[in-house]
């Protein structure tokens, strides 16, 4: 299993840098926790949402969970709940812990920042 994290700002100042933990190789069964820092942006205790997508080479982006800042809102997949975990903690980062890892959870991982999330 191959792990790469990237980054998206969607309608956020250019002056926020997100930092990404570096790739990783797994093997199914196993576990791994990605990990974003957002700099020049506060998010902790924030309305803004850290949001975790994946994507397999050759298929469309797969939204995998989000969660506001000040904590009062997750959301997950249906493909990952129970086994990905999204969370913020007071120094601005945001995680991304995934167990029971699968062949199929091969794939490069984004960290987003989103200023306003729909869901339905």
């Given amino acids: ?3 790469l994290v990237f980054l998206l700002c969607p309608g956020v100042s250019s002056d ?9 190789i797994k093997k199914p069964g196993e576990s791994a ?4 820092t957002f700099s020049g ?12 997508v994946r994507q397999d080479p050759g298929k469309p982006l797969e939204w995998l969970g989000s969660i506001r800042g000040d904590k009062a809102y997750t959301y997950y997949a249906d493909s990952v709940k129970g086994r990905f975990t999204v969370s913020v903690d007071s120094s601005s980062k945001s995680y991304l812990e ?9 794939a ?7 200023n306003q999330l729909i869901t339905g």
């Fill in 98 to 106: 995934m167990s029971s890892l699968k062949t199929e959870d091969t």
């Fill in 33 to 36: 926790t990605l990990s974003c």
């Fill in 41 to 52: 942006f506060t998010l902790s205790g924030s309305t803004y949402y850290a949001g975790w």
């Fill in 1 to 3: 299993i191959v792990i």
């Fill in 16 to 24: 926020i840098v997100l930092t990404q933990s570096g790739p990783q």
């Fill in 108 to 114: 490069v991982y984004y960290c987003a920042l989103i």
